[in-house]
């Protein structure tokens, strides 16, 4: 399997190999001792907990027809300004993952914070 990196700072294949095995499973995410790998289909990306600067959960939601649909997004602030949106099956997996980077790195910020604009 191979892994794509999300942030700047990549890591050799063999060591993203052994983390991933061992790391805990919440949905699409687990969590490693120091990288957050999130799998979507085939695909395994992952990024390390030091380039993460905030994150928090986005809900989208819209109708099909008489159904209401609520997608969740776990969001991922980089430092390098970039902004990275992740699709979660379960709201509770995502607020697991939340809880779980809280606990791994302290400086990571947990939450959206609303951008206030002077009119």
Do not use: W
């Not at 700047?8 to 969590?31: D, F, H, N, S, W």
């Not at 990024?47 to 928090?56: G, N, Q, T």
């Amino acid at each position: 399997m191979k892994f794509i990196c999300l942030g700047g700072q990549q890591a050799k294949q063999e060591i993203l190999q052994q983390e991933y095995k061992t790391a805990p499973r919440l949905g699409e995410v687990r969590l490693g001792d120091s990288h957050l790998f999130y799998r979507y289909f085939i695909k395994i990306r992952y990024v390390s907990y030091v380039e993460v600067r905030r994150a928090y959960l986005r809900e989208e939601s819209g109708e099909s027809g008489e159904f209401l649909l609520r997608e969740f997004y776990l969001m991922l602030d980089m430092q390098n300004g970039r902004l990275h949106k992740l699709r979660m099956e379960r709201e509770v997996n995502a607020r697991a993952v939340l809880s779980c980077l809280k606990e791994k790195d302290a400086a990571i910020a947990i939450g959206f914070e609303k951008q206030h604009t002077i009119p």
